[in-house]
């Protein structure tokens, strides 16, 4: 209630101050002809000024503003990827019922193109990767994620993680993902229904997982070719991958 009555207060002093003006105005050049004729004209340039200001210059400036944000928050993408992104795709890899088809796809190299990233992340978006909770070292997984969840809180709690709204989306899946895995006692003796539902929970997080490391491989080609280098030799869909070059 205070601000509104400061800002009325200060928006009747304006308006004051501008009749004020006008009547100077007159009572020194008994013009009026002249002056309602320019005040009509600054009146209707008001119009195209708001256009101009809020809905054109204020949007690109917002705009602008949004991609330095989420430039900066590559930095921390990338230190997800160093310290849990990575594995945790090599772990779900066992998951995959098509593991060959997807190591094919995303055998990142040097000749990838911007457009090869996008098209390559639209298609797994479209075709989420089919999973089977059976197949691979639950155990293990949750271990990681149990290892990691203060990495995981700490980048959670950036406040311009929000702007970002595939990596929080993300994040949520891992979160979710580990508590679901946290809340069973036994991982080794699992229902066939309770496998099922773990199931579509690798898939989703599989998938999301998928998406924003080809996202991040995209920034690392375009803007920093060394850690792109480092990045694609430890590609975690290629089973012979290794940091030392031969």
């Known amino acids: 209630m205070k601000i509104f009555n400061w800002q009325f207060a200060l928006g009747l002093g304006l308006v004051v101050l ?57 930095m921390v993408i990338g230190s997800f990827f160093s310290e849990i992104g990575t594995s945790m795709l090599k772990s779900l890899c066992s998951f995959d019922t098509d593991l060959e088809t997807t190591r094919k796809t995303l055998l990142v190299n040097e000749s990838w193109k911007g457009a090869d990233f996008v098209k390559t992340r639209k298609e797994t978006e479209k075709t989420p990767h089919r999973m089977d909770a059976s197949s691979g070292d639950l155990e293990e997984l949750r271990n990681l994620l149990a290892e990691k969840k203060n990495h995981l809180l700490r ?37 066939d229904n309770d496998l099922q539902h773990i199931s579509g929970d690798l898939s989703r997080a599989y998938t999301v997982l998928i998406c924003e490391w080809l996202s991040y491989m995209r920034h690392l080609k375009e803007d920093y070719p060394y850690l792109f280098s480092l990045a694609r030799r430890l590609n975690p869909f290629d089973p012979e991958a290794e940091a030392e070059i031969c």
């Not at 003006?21 to 007159?26: D, E, K, M, Q, R």
């Not at 891992?174 to 229902?191: M, Y």
């Open 18 to 74: 501008s009749a004020l003006g006008y009547t100077v105005h007159y009572l020194l050049f008994r013009d009026a002809h002249h002056m309602f004729m320019f005040l009509v004209g600054d009146i209707a340039f008001v119009f195209i000024e708001v256009l101009m200001v809020t809905m054109i210059l204020h949007r690109l400036l917002e705009v602008r503003e949004k991609r330095a944000k989420l430039k900066k928050l590559n």
């Open 155 to 191: 980048i959670l709690e950036n406040p311009n993680i929000l702007e970002h709204e595939s990596f929080s989306d993300l994040l949520w899946a891992v979160f979710h993902f580990g508590d679901e895995l946290n809340h069973r006692k036994s991982l080794t003796d699992l229902s």
